[in-house]
C-alpha cells in the first residue's frame, strides 16, 4: 500500500476516534454503577462550591443542582483534576469539546461508533495507528491539508483498496517456502 493512502486511512479513523474522545469525558457513568456499596454522596448545591469548582463547572450552573449525587461528586473529581493540568493541556480539552457541542446527533454516534470499533482492534494495530496519527500530527499544516483533500476525493472503493489486508485468524498460515 502506498505511503499516501497508509497516511489518509490513518488520519481517517484517527480523526474520527479522536472525535469520541470529548463524548467519554461527558457522559456519566450510568445511574446504578458505582465502585462500591458505600451510599451515594450528599447532593452539594450549586451556592455550596467554591469559587474555583464554579468557575471549571461554569457550563453545567444550570443543571448542577438537578444532578444526581454520584454524578456531581464524579463531576467534582474532574474539576479537581482539570486545576491540575497545564494550560496548553486544558485549551486542547477545550477545543475538543467545542467541536463535539458542534457535531450533530447523527455525527457523534459515528464518533462513538468509531471508538468502539477502535477500541475492539487488537492493541498492536491501535498501537500502529496511534504512531501514524502521531506523525500526520507532525507533519506541516500545508501537507495534512493536501493529504485531507485527496482523501475525501477518494471513492469508497479506493479507500478500501488502499487498506492492508485483514488478517485472517481461521486461516492456517501457508506452508513453509520449499516444504
Request: aromatic fraction near 6%; hydrophobic fraction near 35%.
Amino acid at each position: 500500500m502506498s505511503t499516501l493512502r497508509t497516511t489518509l486511512f490513518v488520519l481517517f479513523a484517527a480523526c474520527t476516534g479522536l472525535a469520541a474522545a470529548p463524548a467519554c469525558a461527558q457522559t456519566p457513568p450510568p445511574a446504578h454503577w458505582h465502585a462500591d456499596d458505600t451510599p451515594p454522596p450528599p447532593p452539594r448545591a450549586w451556592r455550596s462550591l467554591d469559587p474555583a469548582q464554579q468557575d471549571v463547572l461554569a457550563p453545567l450552573r444550570d443543571e448542577w443542582d438537578g444532578m444526581p449525587p454520584r454524578r456531581q461528586a464524579h463531576l467534582l473529581e474532574k474539576a479537581q483534576r482539570w486545576v491540575t493540568l497545564p494550560p496548553p493541556r486544558r485549551e486542547e480539552i477545550r477545543e475538543r469539546i467545542a467541536r463535539w457541542q458542534q457535531m450533530t446527533p447523527e455525527q457523534r454516534e459515528q464518533a462513538r461508533e468509531n471508538r468502539r470499533k477502535f477500541q475492539r482492534l487488537p492493541p498492536a494495530q491501535r498501537e500502529r495507528l496511534h504512531a501514524a496519527f502521531e506523525r500526520f500530527q507532525q507533519m506541516p499544516p500545508e501537507q495534512r491539508e493536501r493529504l485531507i483533500r485527496e482523501w475525501r476525493a477518494m471513492s469508497i472503493e479506493q479507500r478500501l483498496r488502499g487498506l492492508p489486508p485483514e488478517p485472517d485468524a481461521h486461516r492456517p498460515p501457508p506452508p513453509p517456502p520449499g516444504g
